[in-house]
């Protein structure tokens, strides 16, 4: 499967944006997906995921209730609301083989990268 990603760009603070990755490929359905970010200066750190099998969703803790991660048959989104200054970074999303939940936060369990999109929150 290959990963294409969209939608990043410039909003003020309070703002919204969704992102789009869009997958190609066969059997889409059967990975895992997530969103990633990385800050300039920062390491990459784990945003949202959504197994697949559609049950339990995890999100990092900074954006629980202002981002909802979602997808169907060929895309994974990323809905981002209230968007503060410390948001702004590139973001990827990825797409991985393992079904434990809790390794979805782990970026080295993502096989499947799509180039990332910045996304820039003005205060």
């Known amino acids: 499967v290959q990963l294409q990603a969209s939608g990043g760009g410039l909003v003020q603070t309070g703002g919204s944006l969704k992102l789009s990755c869009t997958a190609s490929g066969p059997a889409f359905n059967r990975y895992a997906v997530g969103w990633f970010r990385q800050a300039p200066g920062k390491e990459r750190e784990f945003v949202a995921a959504?197994?697949?099998?559609?049950?339990r969703i995890i999100y990092e803790d900074s954006v629980k209730g202002r981002f909802t991660i979602s997808r169907d048959k060929n895309a994974v989104y990323l809905q981002m609301d209230s968007l503060k200054p410390e948001d702004t970074a590139i973001y990827y999303c990825?797409?991985?083989?393992?079904?434990?939940?809790?390794?979805?936060?782990?970026?080295?369990?993502?096989?499947?990268w799509g180039l990332g999109t910045q996304v820039t929150v003005s205060s």
């Open positions: 990825a797409a991985s083989n393992t079904i434990i939940l809790s390794s979805l936060r782990t970026w080295s369990m993502y096989a499947t």
């Open positions: 959504k197994p697949r099998n559609n049950d």
